[in-house]
């Protein structure tokens, strides 16, 4: 979905993987289709943070701090959405996050019967539904907690209406 229509990245140059995954929750909590290209995504001097993007979308946004365990994180992200969340997830080094040097965001939309990350990724061209919330597309493939754990950095931020 980055800077084009769900589904297609590459039809733009500079939105990246954070603004996207806003556009995406605006679109599922709100029901009208935002591009990461929309003005209201965007602070004068870039993304809008989480803050602000609370305010313009009428969400709330809880941060749910980098611990010294990934694993008492992903168990506040999981409790998060089940109750309701979709949770904002950063990371570095293989999929889901990519190897880029700074990093990857995602979305967090659930866990399967079997106890895998379900996601939403901003880069994936084979996500099903991709023109449709819930955001993105669903990421076709499910992410085992412990790679999903070796993998996530820095605060995550669950959004709820």
């Not at 297609?8 to 591009?35: H, N």
């Not at 709330?60 to 008492?72: H, L």
């Not at 990857?104 to 919330?133: E, F, M, S, T, Y």
Request: aromatic residues 10%; negative net charge.
């Amino acid at each position: 979905m980055w800077c084009g229509t769900f589904g297609d990245w590459r039809a733009g140059t500079s939105c990246g993987c954070f603004v996207t995954d806003q556009a995406m929750i605006a679109s599922t909590f709100t029901g009208k289709k935002y591009l990461p290209t929309d003005p209201i995504l965007h602070a004068t001097t870039g993304a809008m943070g989480m803050d602000q993007f609370a305010a313009a979308f009428k969400v709330k946004v809880a941060t749910i701090p980098a611990t010294t365990s990934n694993k008492t994180q992903l168990d506040n992200i999981i409790k998060a959405v089940n109750a309701g969340a979709l949770v904002m997830v950063h990371g570095y080094g293989a999929k889901p996050f990519y190897t880029d040097p700074e990093g990857h965001w995602v979305v967090v939309r659930g866990v399967d019967a079997a106890g895998n990350i379900l996601i939403n990724d901003p880069q994936d061209l084979n996500a099903k539904n991709p023109d449709v919330p819930p955001p993105g597309g669903d990421t076709l493939t499910p992410w085992q907690p412990q790679v999903f754990i070796s993998e996530m950095s820095g605060d995550a931020f669950a959004v709820t209406k």
